[in-house]
Nanobody, 126 residues
Framework: QVQLVESGGGLVQAGGSLRLSCVASGRTLRSYTMGWIRQAPGTEREFVAAIRWSDGRTDYADFVKGRFTISRDNAKNTVYLQMNSLKPEDTAVYFC???????????????????WGQGTQVTVSS
């Protein structure tokens, strides 16, 4: 099992930026995928972005392409989500999660993410 701790959330005006961090511990991540998933009030969790730890391959939800960037720091066991041009509809709790499955076709499936952090709140005001 992997322990995940997110940070970096907060309140920002529309058009602003935030960088989320997720520190992982408890298990080597070399063969896993790390993802960011978000949940707005009254909605289901939705996939935002993911990065494959071994080769850095990334995937993004269409609604964040060109605005968000996921990256990793192997030495620090940390995954980042740089969020630019934020919109009020980006307001949500953002979770970091680990995916052990190696099936690329299902990388956007929230149900395939096994271990989760506690989440960090991102609020974008208009």
């Amino acid at each position: 099992q992997v322990q995940l701790v997110e940070s970096g959330g907060g309140l920002v005006q529309a058009g602003g930026s935030l960088r989320l961090s997720c520190v992982a511990s408890g298990r080597t991540l070399r063969s896993y995928t790390m993802g960011w998933i978000r949940q707005a009030p009254g909605t289901e969790r939705e996939f935002v972005a993911a990065i494959r730890w071994s080769d850095g391959r990334t995937d993004y939800a269409d609604f964040v392409k060109g605005r968000f960037t996921i990256s990793r720091d192997n030495a620090k066991n940390t995954v980042y989500l740089q969020m630019n041009s934020l919109k009020p509809e980006d307001t949500a709790v953002y979770f970091c999660a680990v995916r052990y499955s190696s099936t690329p076709a299902t990388i956007t499936w929230v149900s395939t993410y096994a271990d989760w952090g506690q989440g960090t709140q991102v609020t974008v005001s208009s």
